[in-house]
């Protein structure tokens, strides 16, 4: 364990894209939340850390690790909502998602990032490339290592990478320690202690729940003294299309398999609100599928729609839950010949 003293606020900070919600600079006092006994209120003005009591602190989280080490399941463990999609397909997440998560004590926004991996494709290049930014800006970077897999090349490429950022705290994340014996997690630790110089490791499980709120109030001790950067109901700033883009995705991910997973893209081409809808109240959101082959096409379809349907149903309904109201669903398949290698199919497909 490494006992530097909390950093002062950086300069460097990842930008923020514009459709976020910024928080108010000063003096918007948040209620405290009942769970959380905390001297402080609210954010201190002034970002110094030298106010009285324990400090208001914030800031940037990155969360790596291999493919299927359970990154996005624990950045919605922590949030509280489906912030990410999650499957047991490598590969689920693409892209970099904050999700933000705010207590009486402090506001972390967690940036979930793909797995990273030896890049395959140009998509797998610029994944990689997407990772490597946000380490440049983030105030800490958590290594979730699965307790149930022992430590591989992969992994220690990854801690590698991470120890390459010194401007960052480092924690370890022990997940889905549901898997493992109780006795069998000791070992693990230690395993995972002696790969690097940690500021702190914690074991947790995003399914069974236990020992999130460690995580959480430890993540929020390694952030340094400063005011909020979004406000507080704010869960993610990712927009609603793209949202329900990644829900339609996940809605297809467990079923297909072989190379069907990582050729599938999804986007949203419109959204129409419930209030332009003439007859009822319901929201209209188009979205394409995109796949790489005809033969894929007729897969995602399925004999007489099949398929397509039972995925529209299933990501209909999670449509629904987020938006709190009913949605219909319009799906198209597209194809897209290896999209995943050309640079002008990847811009168009937003990667
Ligand atoms: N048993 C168990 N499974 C988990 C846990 N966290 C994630 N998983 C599963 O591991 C798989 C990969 O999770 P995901 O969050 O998508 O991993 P990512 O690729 O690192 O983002 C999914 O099938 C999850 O349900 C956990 O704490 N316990
Ligand atoms: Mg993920």
């Given at each position: 364990?490494?006992?530097?003293?909390?950093?002062?606020?950086?300069?460097?900070?990842?930008?923020?894209?514009?459709?976020?919600?910024?928080?108010?600079?000063?003096?918007?006092?948040?209620?405290?939340?009942?769970?959380?006994?905390?001297?402080?209120?609210?954010?201190?003005?002034?970002?110094?850390?030298?106010?009285?009591?324990?400090?208001?602190?914030?800031?940037?989280?990155?969360?790596?690790?291999?493919?299927?080490?359970?990154?996005?399941?624990?950045?919605?463990?922590?949030?509280?909502?489906?912030?990410?999609?999650?499957?047991?397909?490598?590969?689920?997440t693409r892209?970099?998602?904050?999700?933000?998560?705010?207590?009486?004590?402090?506001?972390?926004?967690i940036?979930?990032?793909?797995?990273?991996?030896?890049?395959?494709?140009?998509?797998?290049?610029?994944?990689?490339?997407?990772?490597?930014?946000?380490?440049?800006?983030?105030?800490?970077?958590?290594?979730?290592?699965?307790?149930?897999e022992?430590?591989?090349?992969?992994?220690?490429?990854?801690?590698?990478?991470?120890?390459?950022?010194?401007?960052?705290?480092?924690?370890a994340?022990?997940?889905?320690?549901?898997?493992?014996?109780?006795?069998?997690?000791?070992?693990?630790?230690?395993?995972?202690?002696?790969?690097?110089?940690w500021?702190?490791?914690?074991?947790?499980?995003?399914?069974?729940?236990?020992?999130?709120?460690?995580?959480?109030?430890?993540?929020?001790?390694?952030?340094?003294?400063?005011?909020?950067?979004?406000?507080?109901?704010?869960?993610?700033?990712?927009d609603?299309?793209?949202?329900?883009?990644?829900?339609?995705r996940?809605?297809?991910?467990?079923?297909?398999?072989d190379?069907?997973?990582?050729?599938?893209?999804?986007?949203?081409?419109?959204?129409?609100?419930?209030?332009?809808?003439?007859?009822?109240?319901?929201?209209?959101?188009?979205?394409?599928?995109?796949?790489?082959?005809?033969?894929?096409?007729?897969?995602?379809?399925?004999?007489?729609?099949?398929?397509?349907?039972?995925?529209?149903?299933?990501?209909?309904?999670?449509?629904?839950?987020?938006?709190?109201?009913?949605?219909?669903?319009?799906?198209?398949?597209?194809?897209?010949?290896?999209?995943?290698?050309?640079?002008?199919?990847?811009?168009?497909?937003?990667?």
């Amino acid at each position: 364990m490494s006992d530097r003293t909390q950093p002062e606020r950086s300069t460097a900070r990842p930008t923020k894209p514009a459709d976020a919600t910024p928080a108010p600079e000063v003096g918007h006092g948040e209620a405290p939340q009942p769970e959380e006994p905390v001297a402080h209120a609210g954010p201190v003005t002034d970002g110094s850390g030298s106010a009285g009591g324990t400090p208001f602190r914030a800031g940037f989280v990155a969360v790596v690790g291999r493919p299927n080490a359970g990154k996005s399941t624990l950045m919605n463990a922590l949030v509280g909502e489906k912030i990410a999609i999650t499957s047991s397909r490598p590969e689920t997440t693409r892209r970099a998602i904050r999700g933000i998560l705010t207590t009486a004590s402090g506001q972390i926004v967690i940036v979930d990032t793909p797995g990273l991996h030896r890049p395959r494709t140009l998509l797998g290049q610029r994944l990689n490339d997407v990772v490597e930014a946000e380490l440049d800006g983030v105030d800490v970077i958590a290594v979730c290592l699965p307790a149930d897999e022992p430590t591989g090349p992969g992994d220690r490429r990854i801690v590698a990478q991470a120890f390459r950022h010194p401007r960052a705290r480092h924690v370890a994340l022990v997940t889905k320690t549901d898997r493992v014996a109780r006795g069998r997690l000791p070992a693990r630790l230690v395993e995972v202690d002696a790969l690097a110089d940690w500021d702190v490791i914690v074991p947790v499980s995003a399914v069974s729940g236990d020992q999130v709120d460690d995580v959480r109030d430890e993540l929020i001790r390694q952030l340094p003294a400063s005011p909020q950067l979004y406000e507080s109901r704010t869960t993610t700033d990712d927009d609603l299309a793209t949202r329900c883009a990644e829900l339609v995705r996940e809605a297809m991910l467990e079923d297909l398999h072989d190379e069907l997973p990582h050729s599938l893209a999804v986007v949203v081409d419109e959204i129409t609100p419930p209030e332009e809808c003439a007859e009822r109240p319901i929201a209209r959101v188009y979205a394409s599928v995109y796949v790489e082959r005809d033969s894929q096409k007729g897969i995602v379809i399925g004999r007489g729609g099949q398929s397509l349907r039972r995925y529209g149903t299933a990501a209909r309904r999670e449509i629904e839950r987020l938006v709190g109201g009913r949605v219909h669903l319009d799906l198209r398949v597209k194809v897209a010949r290896e999209w995943q290698s050309s640079p002008k199919l990847l811009d168009r497909l937003g990667f």
